[in-house]
């Protein structure tokens, strides 16, 4: 097991935390995202940390500026952070030891699901939370915003159907809002992640079955 990071470099007002300056940017990116993608290089870099031992699964990367930092015991607490850095919601990080001095935030600003030129032999597993591959974060209203389809020809998407979600209680996979559904309820939230999560473990043992009796290409579809 080989981990990666992957976060983004803030350009231009998104390297500020003040809420009206990273208002403006943001405004920007969402701006530029519905023109193309191709122009959210003008607010982000993409930057990957990764362990040196071995480099991500992707060809060369062209589509954004990219960059490989080596993941250490230096600089894995602010990948981390930094990882998980949305706007207007957490401070960014700022300068992660190993990369260019800058700032920091969640990559999925850019790369929210994994469309990548992956380069590995064989077949891709993606175990994923939707039947979709969303490009960028700001994709995620943009229906008409897909996944590369040469570049998903090697994956097998793992996704729980609309049918499992929809018996799930609340109908839908838990998420960082049911901490307001259920405020001062945490025993009630609680109770309602444990019960997702005795469903999850069943759709688990429903694919290593479909494994073991050799019936996965009977649920395959393409995407």
């Keep these: 097991y080989h981990l990666n990071i992957m976060v983004v470099k803030s350009l231009g007002l998104l390297q500020h935390d003040s809420p009206g300056r990273l208002g403006m940017g943001l405004t920007g990116v969402i ?5 193309g993608r ?3 290089k003008r607010y982000f870099e993409r930057i990957i940390l990764h362990d040196s031992r071995r480099q991500p699964p992707w060809a060369n990367l062209t589509d954004f500026p990219s960059q490989h930092v080596s993941l250490d015991s230096n600089n894995l607490r602010q990948a981390l952070l930094a990882s998980g850095s949305i706007p207007m919601v957490m401070e960014a990080v700022r300068d992660i030891p190993g990369a260019a001095a800058g700032v920091y935030r969640d990559g999925g600003l850019l790369d929210y699901h994994l469309d990548m030129p992956w380069e590995t032999p064989g077949i891709v597993l993606y175990p994923h939370f939707t039947d979709r591959i969303v490009p960028g974060w700001f994709d995620k209203t943009l229906p008409w ?5 040469e570049q998903a020809s090697d994956v097998l998407l793992l996704a729980p159907s609309r049918e499992y979600l929809a018996r799930l209680p609340h109908g839908k996979l838990p998420d960082r809002n049911d901490f307001k559904r259920f405020l001062g309820a945490d025993d009630a939230r609680e109770a309602y992640w444990r019960q997702a999560m005795a469903e999850s473990q069943r759709l688990g043992d429903e694919f290593l079955e479909l494994i073991d009796s050799g019936r996965l290409h009977e649920r395959v579809q393409p995407l």
Excluded: E, K
């Design 31 to 35: 701006s530029a995202n519905l023109l």
């Design 38 to 40: 191709r122009h959210l």
């Design 145 to 149: 915003r897909r996944a590369n389809p």
